[in-house]
């Protein structure tokens, strides 16, 4: 939306400038800090493994951060439901699907980047099943249930490769994979994911208006001259290439898409194209600075290994739910 | 300038209009009166290019409200009007304040839909229509949830709006109201065009067609 020299000011607790500005600013900080905190100590390390270790893992957190947070804003604007994530339309369990079968037929472990490979081919399989299943009406609610029904079948799916795992270390490798984290990733797996999430990401961004008109109903959308089921279509494509690159790389990592536009609602307002860019940025700064805590728990607790950073973000996340819930009740 | 000729619509098997055929006028202020289920908002949605093989009229002129929608989320009543903007891609203050102070709810700019009363909330959503500034106004019962007083304040202003050179088509219920500020009367009855008259003469044609008295209020007008 274009905003002139006499554009309608939104009445909100913060300028949207002010807030994007103060966002961008905490995100230099928290990948700044990233950079500086390792698995084993605090402090600056060498070169080598700054570049090798923290970097991937610090611009991974941020790519998808934004990719997970932006995508629920947008979910949520569009299926006009405060409860919408990408998890809710069976991206991520797609993708955890094409992941697992890539590992399951051993092609991970001849080749590494198979098992990311295989999440994105899953999250794209998974679309276009969505897109199938939703019909050519592409209606809110239809797609909710083809999003249902998708989740479902995956999640099937990855539960018979697991009672056929070939043996109990590649169990234990799938079931860690599916919690979720960022450890271990080197920048192959940031070539590989940044060209879909910087992708999908564009596409989302450009939705403001097609989500706003779809506030006041599917008619009113289209005599606006934003059809809702081209916005429905953009939306699911977007949140398949920037949610299901993520899921992708970085297994499941929930809660991120939910919370995040809600967190941003108090502070700029319920209209959907208004909380697209402070939701992406405050995705990146939550997740990176939800790895960098999962990251000192060794450090600050007694015990050996650090949790993955998929049980962090369910741990917050669901409490956070039923505060939502409790606040919608009448 | 969007118009029907001839236009017929079938949805799920069940015929809903039979060859329509309306032109509205700029400088018109037509009213489509019929009893619940004639096909009356089939019309005005047809006329909006919202059902399949209807119109297809350009949205920076051909406005339309629905009927009563709730919005999706706690919008202020500011924001709503703005969203008549998105056709034209911009956000210009001086159409919204415009549209605001015709509605008579500048007042409320800043105040969320979800807070105020019904008829403020339906004044807001004609506002939207007023901030897109279109040459045709299509709209399904904008004075539903109105008090008398803001009904004809509503009926005046578009009125007011037609003869400043817009189209403006309004479905209403009571054909009474209508006679009082539209210059035609058009009659649906069963997905048909039943009368296209002088609003002077709607209330004789309805009591043909309707099998009602003249001066008998339309809350007598049969139900199919």
Same mark, same amino acid.
């Given at each position: 939306m274009g905003h002139g020299r006499d554009a309608v000011p939104d009445k909100t607790t913060i300028d949207a400038r002010t807030l994007t500005v103060w966002l961008a600013l905490l995100l230099v900080c928290a990948a700044a800090a990233s950079l500086l905190i390792g698995d084993g100590f605090v402090g600056p390390a060498s070169g080598l493994i700054t570049m090798e270790i923290r970097l991937p893992r610090t611009l991974l957190a941020v790519l998808i951060g934004g990719a997970l947070g932006l995508s629920g804003a947008v979910l949520q604007g569009a299926l006009r439901n405060p409860l919408a994530d990408p998890g809710l339309l069976g991206i991520t369990p797609a993708a955890g699907l094409g992941a697992m079968i890539a590992f399951y037929w051993g092609l991970a472990g001849q080749?590494?980047?198979?098992?990311?490979?295989?999440?994105?081919?899953?999250?794209?399989?998974?679309?276009?099943c969505l897109l199938g299943l939703g019909g050519r009406g592409l209606s809110g609610p239809s797609l909710i249930l083809a999003g249902v029904a998708l989740?479902?079948?995956?999640?099937?799916?990855?539960?018979?490769?697991?009672?056929?795992?070939?043996?109990?270390?590649?169990?234990?490798?799938?079931?860690?994979?599916?919690?979720?984290?960022?450890?271990?990733?080197?920048?192959?797996?940031?070539?590989?994911?940044?060209?879909?999430?910087?992708?999908?990401?564009?596409?989302?961004?450009?939705?403001?208006?097609?989500?706003?008109?779809?506030?006041?109903?599917?008619?009113?959308?289209?005599?606006?001259?934003?059809?809702?089921?081209?916005t429905l279509r953009h939306a699911a494509i977007g949140c398949a290439l920037a949610a299901g690159a993520s899921a992708a790389v970085a297994g499941g990592i929930g809660f991120v898409g939910l919370v995040v536009p809600h967190l941003m609602r108090p502070f700029v307002g319920e209209r959907p194209s208004a909380l697209l860019g402070p939701s992406l940025l405050t995705g990146a700064i939550m997740l990176t600075l939800a790895d960098m805590l999962v990251r000192m728990v060794p450090l600050l607790l007694p015990v050996s290994a650090a949790p993955p950073l998929g049980v962090l973000t369910a741990l917050v996340g669901a409490p956070f739910l039923v505060r939502i819930a409790r606040r919608m009740a009448p | 300038m969007t118009r029907l000729d001839r236009f017929s619509l079938t949805l799920g098997g069940r015929q809903i209009l039979r060859e329509v055929t309306l032109h509205p006028k700029r400088g018109e202020l037509l009213a489509l009166c019929g009893p619940n289920g004639a096909g009356k908002t089939s019309i005005l949605k047809a006329l909006a290019g919202l059902v399949p093989g209807g119109a297809r009229p350009d949205p920076r002129h051909v406005a339309y409200l629905a009927q009563n929608t709730p919005p999706s989320w706690a919008l202020t009543v500011g924001q709503i009007a703005t969203l008549g903007r998105i056709p034209h891609g911009d956000r210009l203050a001086a159409p919204v304040g415009n549209a605001l102070r015709r509605c008579g709810i500048e007042s409320l700019r800043d105040a969320r839909i979800d807070r105020i009363s019904g008829g403020e909330a339906r004044r807001a959503m004609l506002a939207r229509?007023?901030?897109?500034?279109? +040459?045709?106004?299509?709209? $399904?019962? @904008?004075? !539903?949830?109105?008090?008398? %007083? #803001?009904?004809?304040?509503?009926?005046?202003?578009?009125?007011?709006?037609?003869?400043?050179?817009?189209?403006?088509?309004?479905?209403?219920?009571?054909?009474?109201?209508?006679?009082?500020?539209?210059?035609?009367?058009?009659?649906?009855?069963? +997905?048909?065009?039943?009368? $296209?008259? @002088?609003? !002077?003469?709607?209330?004789? %044609? #309805?009591?043909?067609?309707?099998?009602?008295?003249?001066?008998?209020?339309?809350?007598?007008?049969?139900?199919?």
């Open positions: 080749f590494a980047p198979a098992l990311p490979m295989g999440g994105l081919l899953g999250a794209g399989l998974g679309l276009t989740s479902a079948l995956a999640g099937a799916l990855m539960s018979l490769a697991l009672t056929l795992a070939p043996n109990p270390f590649a169990l234990a490798e799938i079931t860690f994979w599916l919690m979720g984290g960022l450890e271990d990733r080197a920048l192959s797996h940031v070539a590989m994911a940044a060209p879909p999430i910087l992708l999908g990401v564009t596409l989302l961004l450009r939705l403001g208006p097609g989500l706003d008109a779809l506030t006041l109903g599917e008619d009113t959308a289209a005599s606006l001259g934003q059809p809702p089921t081209r | 229509v007023f901030a897109t500034e279109p +040459g045709m106004f299509l709209l $399904d019962e @904008p004075t !539903a949830d109105l008090d008398p %007083a #803001a009904c004809h304040a509503i009926l005046r202003l578009l009125r007011e709006t037609a003869e400043a050179g817009a189209a403006v088509v309004v479905v209403l219920h009571a054909v009474e109201l209508a006679t009082e500020y539209a210059h035609r009367i058009v009659l649906v009855d069963q +997905g048909r065009i039943a009368a $296209d008259c @002088p609003a !002077a003469q709607a209330l004789a %044609a #309805a009591a043909a067609i309707f099998g009602m008295r003249a001066g008998v209020g339309p809350r007598l007008l049969p139900n199919p």
